[in-house]
């Protein structure tokens, strides 16, 4: 099938104001039909170092972005994780935690509640025994219940996506469930073919079609990318050429004119604010094509 451009991408992406930074590779859970990192227990932390990264928040911060997503893997295990955090406060960013909540350690209560922090997971299903067999974590859907409920209980916003895995799943039961708890956000989707779920090689039509329109990913080893479900597209490193430099080069330009485009975002797909489009947990965001 051969798609026009300039049909279905009517103006150029806007400037990246919303980056997804992937700090490390370690997650307490494998998730092996879904995870898009491929992260898991025995993975790393990657080559960029905490002073890498607090170099970069400080260039995304200079370039204009207003909000960065600490995501992985689990973010939280990185050592420098809260050392991160304070860094792109004290540039003014908003800040974003995507995180598995199975285990939340006290002081990242506190770091939470700071008005400028915000927190994000994923949930499978209302039933343990469902929720498991994605994370491929026993006692992982008690655990993450228990800290989304603490986490609505002390003001925290917070969204939760649910994305569909295998058939007969019980994500209608699941968003009631949350819904019923207080959270305000709940987003769902179906499993992308990227990392761990991909059953084909992936492409752009496998993304919601707003990718790098306002937001972009960096990976563990620097690289850039359109957002974390478009990591086969590097548009460069961030580590050796500077942040500004990747976003402002060719390579991204000529990426993001690869993507299709919606001719009008669809509703509740706002890609300015991840709370509400995150190809990973956005019912909204589907392909842009088939």
């Known amino acids: 099938m051969t798609v026009a451009l300039d049909a279905l991408a009517p103006t150029m992406p806007s400037p990246v104001t919303f980056l997804e930074l992937e700090i490390t590779g370690r997650c307490q859970l494998t998730c092996e039909s879904l995870c898009y990192a491929k992260a898991g ?38 050592p420098d994780f809260e050392a991160l955090v304070h860094r792109a406060l004290a540039l003014g960013l908003h800040v974003q935690v995507y995180s598995n909540l199975y285990r939340v350690k006290l002081e990242h209560w ?10 994000a997971t994923s949930y499978y299903s209302d039933v343990a025994e469902e929720h498991e067999r994605v994370t491929g ?47 305000r956000t709940v987003n769902t989707d179906r499993v992308r073919s990227v990392g761990r779920a991909e059953t084909h090689v992936p492409s752009t039509g496998d993304l919601c079609g707003r990718c790098a329109d306002g937001r972009a990913a ?25 942040l500004a430099a990747v976003l402002g080069g060719q390579r991204w330009a000529d990426t993001a004119a690869s993507i299709p485009r919606r001719p009008v975002a669809a509703a509740g797909c706002t890609p300015a604010d991840s709370n509400d489009c995150d190809p990973a947990n956005t019912e909204a965001c589907d392909p842009a094509y088939d």
């Open 110 to 119: 506190d770091l939470f509640a700071h008005p400028r922090v915000s927190l």
């Open 137 to 183: 974590r026993r006692g992982s859907h008690g655990a993450t219940r228990a800290n989304i409920v603490q986490a609505v209980s002390r003001g925290i916003p917070l969204q939760v996506g649910i994305v569909e895995v295998f058939e007969g799943q019980r994500v209608t039961e699941a968003r009631e469930e949350l819904l019923a708890l207080g959270v």
């Open 41 to 78: 227990p025995t993975e790393g932390h990657g080559s960029m170092t905490a002073d890498d990264w607090k170099q970069l928040i400080g260039e995304a911060a200079a370039a204009g972005v207003k909000k960065v997503q600490f995501i992985g893997g689990e973010p939280t295990l990185h």
């Open 218 to 242: 960096v990976m563990t080893d620097g690289t850039v990318t359109p957002c974390v479900l478009g990591r086969f597209l590097g548009t460069g490193n961030a580590k050796t050429e500077g």
